[in-house]
């Protein structure tokens, strides 16, 4: 059970319904913040609009986004390339969910308090496993449910600036696994100066953003399952990863 005794997918309609009141509020400050007050700009966002619209236009099968991890807040420029503040006052669902790690931006009452209102659902990486296992089964109920999930599916931000196969958590396998349908978009973002991890990006940084989509299976079963799809899908980061330095070059 969750606050106040609801069972766990109560308590996520009702934090939905706080986000999405105060949507109006947030999101345009976010976009404000990001765009002028960080100078920040995104290359690449039209076409990733344009497929993630397409996506959302079917809500009866599962959409999964994993994305490359550098910064702490990489789910916001993910957001971002993804769709505008309008586009997600619009259509609240679209949206992506995150799972932030807990021990970054939940430790202090003001910080559960926002991430609970920016549609977070905190995880303890490589804490317990029961812990972990019903964050993604809140995260599997809100695919089911028609809504959106942004997952980053390497073990944290990559030490050495490059996508790292081995580094593939089993959680997004798992996932990706419970759900034999879903789509995988998966996302790769990075800035002109970025060249390690970091916490935030430089000011006025340039970002160049592309995805894809991609509906991973595998013939394992169990931990091995997780294991082989998580794989599949960071390995597919690392093929968007390779395009963007040789396009770069």
Not at 125 to 146: F, P, Q, T, W, Y
Request: hydrophobic share 45%.
């Amino acid at each position: 059970m969750d606050v106040a005794g609801r069972p766990p997918r109560d308590a996520l309609r009702v934090q939905r319904a706080v986000g999405r009141a105060l949507g109006p509020l947030w999101l345009p400050l976010c976009g404000l913040l990001m765009r002028f007050g960080m100078g920040w700009q995104i290359e690449g966002t039209q076409a990733v609009r344009r497929t993630y619209r397409t996506l959302r236009a079917d809500r009866r099968t599962p959409l999964l986004v994993c994305a490359n991890h550098l910064t702490l807040v990489d789910s916001f420029l993910v957001g971002w390339a993804l769709g505008s503040p309008g586009f997600y006052l619009r259509d609240w669902d679209a949206l992506p969910w995150n799972t932030p790690e807990r021990a970054n931006f939940a430790r202090r009452a003001w910080q559960r308090a926002a991430i609970y209102v920016l549609k977070c659902i905190p995880i303890a990486r490589g804490g317990d496993r029961a812990e972990v296992a019903l964050a993604l089964d809140r995260v599997r109920s809100l695919l089911l449910r028609g809504e959106v999930a942004l997952i980053f599916p390497e073990a944290g931000r990559s030490r050495s600036g490059r996508v790292q196969v081995e580094s593939a958590a089993w959680g997004v396998g798992r996932l990706v696994s419970s759900l034999p349908e879903c789509r995988v978009l998966v996302v790769y973002l990075r800035g002109e100066r970025q060249t390690s991890w970091s916490a935030l990006p430089a000011w006025g940084e340039r970002f160049h953003v592309r995805a894809e989509v991609i509906e991973p299976k595998t013939d394992l079963r169990g931990l091995r399952a997780s294991v082989d799809l998580a794989r599949r899908i960071v390995a597919r980061l690392a093929e968007l990863e390779g395009r963007h330095f040789d396009d770069r070059q």
